[in-house]
Structure formats: structure tokens, C-alpha cells
């Protein structure tokens, strides 16, 4: 005999805190029981909450893959744009409208393979932006190939008879690059990574914050690791907070531990301040700053 | 509206094709230029980065032409119009992002100052190899608009011809010029700001809860919006409904890229701009573009001096290709001829549109150089004594 | 009456049983109902002891379900939910 579902009761008027983020015209979203992402787009939408940030100053920009999906489902004004290319457009928006807050929201492909470029160019520039990385070890989307961040032996599509090569450890490369504010979580630590996400909104500079995450389809399945909920249990018992720890000490494996924490909290300069001092330098008055919001010539 | 006097230097200046383009970029407006360098095209964005922060904008040199060519989006939808500037090989890597263009319908422009290929080839050197590649370039079904200047004075009247259109259609226009065009010095006239007319952003005034990101009033084209203006729009390169969310199956995809087409092609007459001259009675229609016509101008008023009758139709416009002004022509002429710095680009498309009512004469040249005027001569006279198609 | 009251999307649910698990109270389980989906949503199995944390929603990856306090319960509001920060050295 099956238990009768206890659905929203009917005298029971609340609202999910994080509804108003979301376009719930597109729900149920299309990842998978036991994926991680929509947990990170939870922890995104308290840190809205939380940081009282003005959404209409907001864009969030993502690529192509499972993450680069979040962009069709919250409800900001939202770029889907090619794969690997989120950084660059958002430098774009950016530049174009340095009052607008950007996010990138995509996964661990598309932003350190076909767009590690872009990403340690940015970081090297400091452009104001605040990424968040769901590394979910693969590249899932597509039918889990090896990413750059395969943990060793893995099991993957492309590597079906286990990866053999170094994966990168990100916290790691943007720090060198030149990132402010560099933190891991997992999808287990969901406070953290809103508090997280938090403080990178009130950062000016390049912020990212990778977010370790389950792809239990795909990652996990092939490498017999159990489902989304097993984990989610291993990242709690294997987690080890580390603030500040060194970044070199943070690469990751299959089933070891996994450093999480604020890694880089520094400040320096971003490229919109830069450009803009070196301007004032070189020109003195005839340095023109950008109007506004390029109104001159669009209705 | 009129020009953005800021943007404006009025003046008679003695300039290249390079310069004449920036010129015009700020004079359609432009204040957002990303860019890679490239041979020949590089002084077009070294002039804007000199210019822009003394007008009031923004240039930056990206890491690589893939992300140049979506920096210069992002900052579309921040509020700027934006373009780039690139020759061949750059021209290449930047057809994903010509697409995602086209199919999210962001308004801008993308200079290919055209060099000897393909691959390196001949990257101090002129060709205009790069014709169909600006038609056909990207995956899937799409439509741009391409203009051909022929002198640094239209280097500036048709860039910001370009930027008009590219907001006009929402798409990304494709300015092919070349290297001699575009190193090549004249005198350029940029008259006042107030005789310059631009066309501004096709920005709703619709509510948030009336605004649909791809929708349209009946005409093809749909209103934009930026980004931090409240409007919560969705913008994608999947194949998307009105409301800009991915939408896949096939009666979407059937309206979205039909539409994309038909916005361009059913203002084709408008769009495809072209010079003519001595059309009526012509035998020989000599149709040209580019550095090209300026070689062809020569051998044109040669045969005219031997007494053979022939046209000239200069095209402005490649794409939309004009193929009715080219039908019209095929019922009336024995046969066109058709030099480009290529192995035979345009010519078909002459080909295609004169569906045999007329005889079709390629003037190829791999590039490098530019034709001799008796090149071209020799083909006008043999297309003169051809027998009537 | 309990400090708070879990509502749960019963349509949107997966069946990845993050709220059951990770509930500090544990007030949830997996029913052996089923949804149109045929995925088990859960359903609250001890009312009386919900604090209204939200951590449920928090962890959902469906935004399926999520937890408010009641009204008018004061203490309800300093009854704040356990740090998830656990097996760490700080």
C-alpha cells in the first residue's frame, strides 16, 4: 500500500523562497535525480536574497553543457551564449555597461578546455566578474567525455579504458592568473557557497568559485561511485575546510579528500579602474569616459 | 536620426581605407570595438583605440579573434554598438560566433579586410577570396548583409551604411573590403554630423510584461532590449520561441530560420545597392566589386573606345545578391564578364541568376595583385564576338 | 505546533533524496507513493519537529520542496539550523 503524498496543502500559502529567481514557466528543469546543479542555482538564488543585491542591475552570462543550462531558468536577463566564449561576452556586457553585475555561470569544460583561454586572460585582467564553475568532472551534457578536470583513472567515453592524464586543479590556475577571490565548495556545502557567492558580489575584480558537484549519470555511474545522494555523503565526509590554504595543495582525486574553503581573498585593481586611471593619466581632459549607458545613438 | 557629433571629425582628410572605416565606425556611432590584431586590417582598430577615449567608448584587444567576435555582442546587448575588424584567417575563426549572431539577431558589424589565402597566404597582399566564405561561412541556415567599397571615401559612407542595416535587420553585417582598398590613400569628405543619417537601436517600449524578446509587430524584425534595464529577457543560440527559450522541434525551428531569411530577403531590392551605367543596349555587362572595379572602370572605357557596347554594374551590395537586377539583365545581354580577385566566386552567383539566358565570362585572378585593365579587355572583347546565349 | 511546515512540489520531485538525508531533524522520508514521473517523493514523517530551517530547500536541486516557519512563533526565529560544515578541520 503506498503512502498518500502530502502535497502543498491547500490553506498553505507559502512560497518557495527562491521562486521569484526562477523561471518556473520552464520547470521541471531538464537535469538529472541526483544532479548537483540545481542545488548551486539554489545556493546562487539565497545569496540574491541574502546580499540584497538589485536584480535589475544583474546578467548572468553561461556557455554550453549541463551548467550553461541555468541560464534559460533563472529569471534575470540571461546569455546563453557558444561554448567556451561566457567570459568573453560578459567582458563585453561588462565594458559596455560597467554598472551591470555579470555573472558567468557554466561548468568546468566549457570554461577551462575550449575556454581556459579566456578564463586566464580575464583573471589576468581582473575584469569584474563573478564565476561560478560546477565542476562536475566531465563533460556531461554531451555523454561524459574527459574534461580537464577528470580526476586520474577515471572511467569516461573518451578514456574507456581509464584517463591517464593530469587534471587541472582550478583554484590553482586562476590564482596564478590573477584572480581576488578564489573559493571551493561542494553542492554539500550549501551555505558556504552562498556566503560565498555573497562576498563575491561585494568583490570588485575577477571572483571564481568552483563548486565540486555530482554528475551521478555519467562521472559517477561509469566509476561505480554510487548515485547523486552517495555523493553528496562523500563530499560531507571527505570535505576538509581549508581557508586559505595554498592553492597548489588543492587538486583534487577520485575518492580523496577534497579541500574546500576560501582559498584568495585579495585586492587589487580591476580593468575597468585601470583603463580608466591610465586614461586620466595619459590625457587629462581629453579623456572622455564612456558615456553612461551608450545612449547617444540607440532609442 | 543624425550622427553623434562626437563621433563625427568633418573635414576633408587624406586617409586609407583602414582609417576611412574607423571614421565611419564613430560616425555611425560605434563606441565599443573588440579586435585581434591582423594584417591589413590591424590600423582599424589601432585608429579606434587612438580615437574612442577621446569620443567616449570603449576598445578592447582580445586574446584571440573567438573572443573578439563575442566580446563585441556582449557589449550589443549592454547598449553600444559594437564591431570588429579581421582579415581571413581571423575571418575564419570568427564564423561560430557570425552565426550566433545571426541567430540571436545582435545588430553589428564585422570588417574583413581581405588578403591573399587560404590559410596565412599572403597576408600583406589583396584578394577577395573571402566572398562566399562571408555568405556561407557558418553552419546552418542564416542571412547577412555584405557591402563591397571600392575607395576610402566609401570606406567611411558605407561603414556606416553597414552599422544602418545591421540595426535596421538585426544582423551581423559583413564590411569586405580589401587590402588595397583598405591601404590605399584618397581624399575622404566627412561632412557635417547633422547631414550623416544614422539609425538608432530598435529598442522596445513595451512593458516587461508585454515584452517578447522574439517577437515580432507583423514586420520580421523584433524589438530589443539591454541588459539591466528590468526586462528578465533570455537570449540563446538554440533554436528558440518568441520568448527567446530553447524551443526544439521542428515547427519552431521552421518558423525561426525562415523568418531570420525572410527579414533580409524580402528587403533584398532595398538592401542590394549597385552603380550601373550604359546598361540600355549594352552587349556586354562587365559586373565587378571591390578594388576589382576600379581595374575593370579602365578597361570598360577602353572597349568603349574600340566601339564595343558595354555596362558596368558595380555591385556595393554582395549579399543580398541583387539576382533580379542580374535576371533583368540576362534577357537583354549576350554575356557578362566577371573579374574578382579570386578563382571564381560571384561569378556564380551572375551564373546562377542569368540562368543561361545569358553567357557568364570569370576573370579569375588567384590574388596577390590586382588585374591589369587589358585582362579584363580581352574577355570583354571575346564575350562581345560570343553568339547570343 | 511545530516551528515550521515543509511544502513539497510533489511533480517536480527526483527521488534524490538529499532532503531526507540531510534534514537535521529528520522529518522526512521517501514515500512509496509515486509521482506521474514514477519517481518517490518524500513526505513528512515527523511534522512536530520541524524547525523551518529550509535546509531541505536548500539542498533540493528541484526546488520541489522547501520549509517555512509558522507564523507568530517567535522562538522559531532563533532556531537556527546546525552548521553543515561538518568532518572539517577548520
Same mark, same amino acid.
Given at each position: 500500500m503506498s503512502d498518500s503524498l502530502i502535497d502543498i496543502d491547500t490553506n498553505n500559502s507559502a512560497v518557495n523562497p527562491v521562486e521569484p529567481f526562477l523561471r518556473t514557466d520552464r520547470m521541471p528543469h531538464i537535469w538529472c535525480p541526483g544532479c548537483g546543479i540545481g542545488t548551486t542555482v539554489n545556493s546562487f538564488a539565497r545569496a540574491l536574497i541574502d546580499s540584497k543585491i538589485d536584480l535589475g542591475s544583474l546578467a548572468l552570462v553561461s556557455g554550453i553543457g549541463c551548467t550553461?543550462?541555468?541560464?534559460?531558468?533563472? =529569471?534575470?536577463?540571461?546569455?546563453?551564449?557558444? @561554448?567556451?566564449?561566457?567570459?568573453?561576452?560578459?567582458?563585453?556586457?561588462?565594458?559596455?555597461?560597467?554598472?551591470?553585475?555579470?555573472?558567468?555561470?557554466?561548468?568546468?569544460?566549457?570554461?577551462?578546455?575550449?575556454?581556459?583561454?579566456?578564463?586566464? @586572460?580575464?583573471?589576468?585582467?581582473?575584469? #569584474?566578474?563573478?564565476?561560478?564553475?560546477?565542476?562536475?568532472?566531465?563533460?556531461?551534457?554531451?555523454?561524459?567525455?574527459?574534461?580537464?578536470?577528470?580526476?586520474? @583513472?577515471?572511467?569516461? &567515453?573518451?578514456n574507456p579504458y581509464g584517463t591517464f592524464e593530469p587534471s587541472f586543479n582550478l583554484p590553482h590556475l586562476v590564482e596564478a592568473a590573477g584572480a581576488v577571490y578564489v573559493a571551493r565548495w561542494t553542492t554539500f556545502h550549501v551555505r558556504q557557497l552562498s556566503r560565498s557567492i555573497s562576498e563575491a558580489f561585494k568583490k570588485k575584480g575577477f571572483s571564481f568559485i568552483e563548486v565540486i558537484s555530482p554528475c551521478p549519470t555519467l562521472y559517477q555511474r561509469r566509476n561505480k561511485l554510487g548515485d547523486g545522494l552517495d555523493t553528496m555523503k562523500y563530499y560531507k565526509e571527505k570535505s576538509k575546510v581549508r581557508n586559505g590554504a595554498p592553492t597548489s595543495e588543492v587538486g583534487l582525486s577520485m575518492t580523496g579528500e577534497i579541500v574546500v574553503g576560501k582559498f584568495v581573498d585579495r585586492d587589487r585593481p #580591476?580593468?575597468? &579602474?585601470?583603463?580608466?586611471?591610465?586614461?586620466?593619466? &595619459?590625457?587629462? #581632459? =581629453?579623456?572622455?569616459?564612456? #558615456?553612461?549607458?551608450?545612449?547617444p545613438v540607440c532609442s | 536620426m543624425k550622427a553623434d557629433p562626437r563621433g563625427v571629425l568633418t573635414g576633408i582628410h587624406f586617409i586609407d581605407g583602414?582609417?576611412?572605416?574607423?571614421?565611419?565606425?564613430?560616425? !555611425?556611432?560605434?563606441?565599443?570595438?573588440?579586435?585581434?590584431?591582423? *594584417?591589413?586590417?590591424?590600423?582599424?582598430?589601432?585608429?579606434? !583605440?587612438?580615437?574612442?577615449? +577621446?569620443?567616449?567608448?570603449?576598445?578592447?584587444?582580445?586574446?584571440?579573434?573567438?573572443?573578439?567576435?563575442?566580446?563585441?555582442?556582449?557589449?550589443?546587448?549592454?547598449?553600444? +554598438?559594437?564591431?570588429?575588424?579581421?582579415?581571413?584567417?581571423?575571418?575564419? /575563426?570568427?564564423?561560430?560566433?557570425?552565426?550566433?549572431?545571426?541567430?540571436?539577431? *545582435?545588430?553589428?558589424?564585422?570588417?574583413?579586410?581581405?588578403?591573399?589565402?587560404?590559410?596565412?597566404? /599572403?597576408?600583406?597582399?589583396?584578394?577577395? !577570396?573571402?566572398?562566399?566564405?562571408?555568405?556561407?561561412?557558418?553552419?546552418?541556415?542564416?542571412?547577412?548583409?555584405?557591402?563591397?567599397?571600392?575607395?576610402?571615401?566609401?570606406?567611411?559612407?558605407?561603414?556606416? +551604411? !553597414?552599422?544602418?542595416?545591421?540595426e535596421e535587420f538585426r544582423v551581423p553585417v559583413m564590411f569586405m573590403m580589401d587590402e588595397v582598398v583598405g591601404h590605399m590613400t584618397e581624399k575622404v569628405v566627412i561632412p557635417q554630423a547633422h547631414e550623416i543619417d544614422v539609425v538608432p537601436r530598435k529598442h522596445t517600449h513595451k512593458s516587461v510584461e508585454d515584452y517578447l524578446p522574439y517577437g515580432t509587430n507583423g514586420d520580421q524584425v523584433p524589438e530589443m532590449a539591454h541588459a539591466g534595464e528590468g526586462y528578465n529577457f533570455h537570449v540563446t543560440g538554440l533554436t528558440h520561441d518568441e520568448h527567446g527559450y530553447p524551443n526544439m522541434t521542428p515547427p519552431v525551428q521552421d518558423k525561426l530560420v525562415r523568418r531570420l531569411q525572410s527579414k533580409i530577403r524580402d528587403a533584398a531590392d532595398r538592401i542590394a545597392m549597385f552603380e550601373e551605367e550604359e546598361l540600355d543596349g549594352a552587349d556586354v555587362v562587365v559586373v565587378s566589386y571591390g578594388i576589382t572595379s576600379r581595374v575593370a572602370q579602365r578597361a570598360i572605357e577602353v572597349a568603349r573606345e574600340q566601339g564595343l557596347r558595354v555596362g558596368k554594374l558595380r555591385l556595393i551590395t554582395a549579399w543580398p545578391f541583387p539576382e533580379k537586377k542580374i535576371r533583368e539583365l540576362a534577357a537583354k545581354v549576350k554575356a557578362f564578364v566577371v573579374p574578382e580577385l579570386n578563382l571564381g566566386q560571384m561569378v556564380r552567383e551572375v551564373e546562377r541568376a542569368a540562368a543561361g539566358h545569358a553567357k557568364t565570362y570569370a576573370v579569375s585572378h588567384a590574388g596577390g595583385g590586382v588585374h591589369r585593365p587589358e585582362d579584363i579587355l580581352k574577355v570583354i572583347v571575346e564575350a562581345s564576338r560570343c553568339q547570343t546565349a | 505546533m511545530a516551528k515550521g511546515r515543509v511544502s513539497i512540489v510533489v511533480e517536480h520531485c527526483k527521488s534524490c533524496g538529499f532532503c531526507v538525508e540531510f534534514c537535521p531533524s529528520h522529518v522526512l522520508a521517501l514515500s512509496s507513493a509515486f509521482n506521474s514521473k514514477g519517481y518517490h517523493p518524500p513526505h513528512v514523517v515527523h511534522p512536530e519537529k520541524c524547525s523551518g530551517c529550509d535546509l531541505c530547500g536548500m539542498y533540493c536541486p528541484d526546488f520541489a520542496i522547501f520549509a517555512t516557519k509558522n507564523p507568530g512563533d517567535k522562538a522559531g526565529v532563533k532556531a537556527d539550523v546546525k552548521d553543515t560544515d561538518k568532518g572539517g578541520t577548520k
Open positions: 550553461g543550462r541555468v541560464a534559460g531558468y533563472v =529569471k534575470l536577463d540571461s546569455f546563453h551564449t557558444t @561554448h567556451g566564449r561566457a567570459i568573453p561576452f560578459a567582458t563585453g556586457l561588462k565594458l559596455a555597461n560597467p554598472k551591470l553585475n555579470v555573472v558567468v555561470y557554466s561548468g568546468d569544460g566549457d570554461l577551462s578546455a575550449i575556454g581556459g583561454n579566456h578564463l586566464i @586572460h580575464a583573471a589576468r585582467r581582473n575584469i #569584474d566578474l563573478k564565476v561560478i564553475c560546477v565542476n562536475n568532472l566531465i563533460y556531461a551534457m554531451t555523454g561524459g567525455q574527459t574534461a580537464p578536470t577528470t580526476p586520474d @583513472h577515471s572511467t569516461t &567515453s573518451t #580591476d580593468y575597468g &579602474s585601470m583603463m580608466r586611471a591610465q586614461f586620466t593619466e &595619459s590625457l587629462g #581632459d =581629453k579623456y572622455v569616459e564612456q #558615456d553612461e549607458k551608450e545612449v | 583602414d582609417h576611412a572605416c574607423c571614421e565611419g565606425a564613430l560616425a !555611425a556611432g560605434a563606441r565599443f570595438a573588440a579586435g585581434y590584431p591582423i *594584417t591589413p586590417s590591424t590600423e582599424v582598430v589601432e585608429r579606434f !583605440a587612438s580615437r574612442v577615449p +577621446k569620443v567616449g567608448g570603449t576598445f578592447i584587444q582580445m586574446e584571440d579573434e573567438l573572443a573578439a567576435s563575442i566580446t563585441l555582442q556582449g557589449a550589443v546587448w549592454g547598449g553600444a +554598438k559594437a564591431f570588429t575588424v579581421t582579415s581571413g584567417p581571423g575571418f575564419s /575563426l570568427m564564423m561560430e560566433h557570425i552565426g550566433y549572431a545571426a541567430m540571436t539577431e *545582435t545588430p553589428c558589424v564585422f570588417v574583413d579586410v581581405q588578403r591573399g589565402g587560404p590559410s596565412t597566404g /599572403l597576408p600583406t597582399l589583396p584578394a577577395q !577570396a573571402d566572398m562566399m566564405q562571408a555568405r556561407w561561412g557558418s553552419h546552418g541556415d542564416y542571412e547577412i548583409i555584405a557591402l563591397c567599397p571600392n575607395s576610402p571615401q566609401e570606406c567611411f559612407d558605407l561603414t556606416i +551604411k !553597414a552599422f544602418n542595416f545591421a | -
